[in-house]
C-alpha cells in the first residue's frame, strides 16, 4: 500500500494554468476510475474538488478538472486564484479493495 | 444540516485503547459507505479503513490491521473507530468521511495523541 506520488510543491502566478501529477501503479490509479482530488487549506477538513477521475462535485469551480493516462492521474487548475493556495492530494481506489492518498502538494499562488 | 461529527479523541498511554464515534445527520447514512482518514501532526492525510453501508464489508490499511476495527450501527446513525494496542505514531487527527461522490462529506476531525 505505497502511497501515490505526487510533487511535494509547486507554484504559479494569479490567471495561470498548473497542472499537479499523481502518479501510481496498475493496481491502482491504472485499473480503476475510481481517481479522486482532495484540497485542504490550514487547520480545515479536506474538501473533495474531483471525483472518478474527471467529475467536478456540485460547487466546485470548473476551473478544475481532472483527467487520466495510464497509471498517471492528473489535477489542472486554470486562472489560478489567491484562494487556491492550499494543499492537494489524490486518492485511489486499488486493487486490493483498500483506498491509498498521495503524499500532497503544496500549491503556492505567487 | 447535513454533516458528520467526530468525537472521543483524547491522550492515551501507549498500548491503550480508544473508541472514536461519529454522528450523521442529513443523509439517509444507511445508503453510504463510510471510511476513516487520519492525518499525523504537519503530514498528509492516510486512508485507514472503509465500512460497507450496510456493515457487511470491511476494509484497512496494512498499518491498523489486527488493531482497529471500524462499525457502525445504523440505527443511531454512527460510525466507530475501535482502536487497540494503540502506538505513538497512531497520534493524528482522525476524520470520518462519507463515500458519495469520493469523500464527499467530512467532519473537522477529532485529536488523538499516543504518549506515555
Known amino acids: 500500500q505505497s502511497a501515490l506520488t505526487q510533487p511535494a510543491s509547486m507554484s504559479g502566478s494569479p490567471g495561470q494554468s498548473i497542472t499537479i501529477s499523481c502518479t501510481g501503479t496498475?493496481?491502482?490509479?491504472?485499473?480503476?476510475?475510481?481517481v479522486s482530488w482532495y484540497q485542504q487549506h490550514p487547520g480545515k477538513a479536506p474538501k473533495v474538488m474531483i471525483y472518478d477521475v474527471t467529475n467536478r462535485p456540485s460547487g466546485v469551480s470548473d476551473r478544475f478538472s481532472g483527467s487520466k493516462s495510464g497509471n498517471t492521474a492528473s489535477l489542472t487548475i486554470s486562472g489560478l486564484q489567491a484562494e487556491d493556495e492550499a494543499d492537494y492530494y489524490c486518492?485511489?481506489?486499488?486493487?486490493?479493495?483498500?483506498?491509498?492518498f498521495g503524499g500532497g502538494t503544496k500549491l503556492t499562488v505567487l | 444540516q447535513v454533516q458528520v461529527v467526530e468525537s472521543g479523541g483524547g491522550v492515551v498511554q501507549p498500548g491503550g485503547s480508544l473508541r472514536l464515534s461519529c454522528a450523521a445527520s442529513?443523509?439517509?447514512?444507511?445508503?453510504?459507505?463510510m471510511h476513516w482518514v487520519r492525518q499525523a501532526p504537519g503530514k498528509g492525510l492516510e486512508w485507514v479503513t472503509f465500512i460497507r453501508y450496510d456493515g457487511t464489508n470491511e476494509n484497512y490499511a496494512d498499518s491498523v490491521k489486527g488493531r482497529f476495527t471500524i462499525s457502525r450501527d445504523n440505527s443511531k446513525n454512527t460510525l466507530y473507530l475501535q482502536m487497540n494496542s494503540l502506538r505513538p505514531e497512531d497520534t493524528a487527527v482522525y476524520y470520518c468521511?462519507?463515500?458519495?461522490?469520493?469523500?464527499?462529506?467530512w467532519g473537522q476531525g477529532t485529536l488523538v495523541t499516543v504518549s506515555s
Open positions: 442529513g443523509f439517509t447514512f444507511n445508503s453510504y459507505g
Open positions: 496498475s493496481s491502482d490509479v491504472g485499473s480503476y476510475n475510481y
Open positions: 468521511a462519507k463515500d458519495g461522490g469520493g469523500l464527499d462529506l
Open positions: 486518492n485511489s481506489y486499488t486493487s486490493i479493495g483498500t483506498w491509498v
